[in-house]
């Protein structure tokens, strides 16, 4: 969380940060331009290899292909930005004063063009590198000081004085107040229809500009109902819109009436998972059917997992290990691949914030990517489950894939010794007559031999697949 959010904060900063500390110790009409788009996002590749690139990190649109470039090579499909709108006074990317102006920070002068034509340019870019652009669609809220608030305060949630609501939430036995923000009342706004078609003219705009597909910020305080009819709008002149929920911090109900909306994607909370209670999968369960999900070892939002972790690359590994193969789709933060530190902040984070100084974790990454985009089952959320083990600090998970193959992931979670797992037989976890292949990131074993024996390094985890003919 960041430094400047604190209780009943009179600071922007958080906005982003406070939302997962509700969530198990953290939170989560303009024309068409003729702009390259690739294939729509539900075909032809189901799952979603997604790589934040926080704007602010990365500075002006003009030296962002570097980043392209290198999470292609590390096998990502998509590349999703923050917000990138205009602000307001406060600074942070979370409070849009303006949703059809770029915030100058992205701009080059140098650039040549409008603000928009620079947009398009830079999507094209990430186009021309193989890469879908998602980003932030953030209409639970704007700016307190955007000029919406005066020109239709009937849009607005309003508090018992009268004046434009703050969101906030609770943290504990404290209230944390946004006070740079102004809630949106998409609930009980005596002119919906109105806020509806602003909000569909910025999904339209954005799509025109080169986006494919949307983050949809906060989407479980915004009706279903909302959502439903405006990935119904929005489709209708983008077939190929892809639409993602961020759902942290509410129930696994709320995800999964928050899904039925007709979302591509849900995130889960994996991260919080400490390898042992129930919730995870219990949730995975009641939502999967609905939507797929995905997964992230760190985000925008958390610390970072390198300075959370003391720099333990074991651990740092292991976590994107199960993030990568627990569900559908999975997402890193731009730096997770070299163990950065520095927190990333919606209003302090520059470019001067980069360094490739820790882990290269680049490699890794690579070849778990690799392993997700090879095999289906790793392409979707089946039927998994978490058998017993005779060893406390091993993790076992199974996944099926509807007939066509069945997976075993051995996890060592204990990320500073080396852990013994031992099986008279694997087909108590993995079907009879059917060949085991390992297919581990690192040191995969030519031969799979029963009974299996094997020390499992810290933190490693062995991926061994039962493909069906």
């Known amino acids: ?170 943290d504990g036995n404290e209230t944390v107040v946004w006070c740079d923000l102004a809630q949106f009342d998409h609930w009980h706004s005596r002119d919906a229809e109105g806020l509806y078609q602003y909000c569909l003219r910025v999904v339209q705009h954005l799509a025109s500009l080169g986006f494919d597909g949307f983050r949809c910020d906060a989407a479980y305080k915004i009706p279903p109902g909302f959502w439903s009819r405006m990935m119904r709008d929005a489709r209708a002149r983008d077939p190929g819109l892809c639409f993602v929920a961020e759902t942290l911090g509410c129930s696994a109900e709320e995800t999964r009436q928050t899904a039925r909306a007709g979302f591509n994607f849900v995130f889960n909370s994996s991260k919080w998972w400490n390898y042992h209670d129930g919730w995870l999968i219990e949730g995975y369960n009641l939502v999967r059917e609905t939507s797929p999900s995905i997964s992230f070892a760190e985000s925008h939002d958390t610390r970072r997992l390198a300075d959370e972790l003391d720099g333990n690359t074991n651990a740092i590994k292991q976590r994107y290990l199960f993030s990568a193969l627990f569900s559908t789709g999975v997402m890193i933060p731009a730096g997770f691949e070299y163990g950065m530190r520095k927190p990333l902040h919606v209003i302090h984070s520059s470019p001067a914030d980069w360094t490739e100084e820790g882990p290269d974790l680049r490699d890794f990454i690579t070849r778990v990517n690799a392993i997700k985009r090879g095999r289906p089952i790793f392409q979707e959320d089946g039927p998994t489950s978490f058998p017993p083990c005779d060893n406390p600090s091993i993790l076992l998970m199974r996944k099926s894939s509807g007939g066509r193959g069945e997976a075993l992931l051995i996890l060592n979670k204990d990320v500073w010794h080396h852990q013994e797992f031992y099986a008279s037989s694997l087909r108590h976890f993995l079907p009879h007559g059917v060949p085991l292949r390992d297919v581990s990131p690192e040191f995969p074993l030519e031969s799979v031999n029963e009974p299996f024996h094997y020390a499992l390094r810290p933190g490693q985890g062995i991926v061994l697949m039962a493909a069906r003919p």
């Open 1 to 170: 969380m960041n430094a400047e959010i604190v209780r009943q904060v009179k600071s922007p900063q958080g906005r982003r940060g406070a939302n997962l500390a509700l969530d198990r110790a953290a939170q989560t009409l303009i024309m068409r331009a003729c702009v390259p788009r690739p294939p729509p996002a539900q075909d032809p590749r189901p799952e979603m290899i997604l790589y934040d690139l926080f704007p602010l990190l990365a500075g002006s649109f003009s030296r962002w292909d570097r980043h392209f470039e290198r999470a292609r090579a590390m096998g990502f499909d998509w590349v999703f930005v923050n917000p990138i709108q205009r602000t307001g006074a406060s600074g942070s990317l979370y409070s849009v004063a303006d949703y059809f102006s770029v915030n100058a920070a992205f701009l080059d002068p140098q650039g040549g063009g409008t603000a928009d034509d620079q947009v398009r340019r830079m999507t094209a870019r990430a186009h021309g590198a193989g890469l879908q652009v998602m980003i932030d669609l953030v209409i639970n809220h704007c700016a307190v000081d955007s000029a919406l608030t005066r020109e239709h305060p009937e849009w607005f949630v309003r508090g018992p004085d009268g004046r434009v609501a703050n969101p906030s939430c609770r």
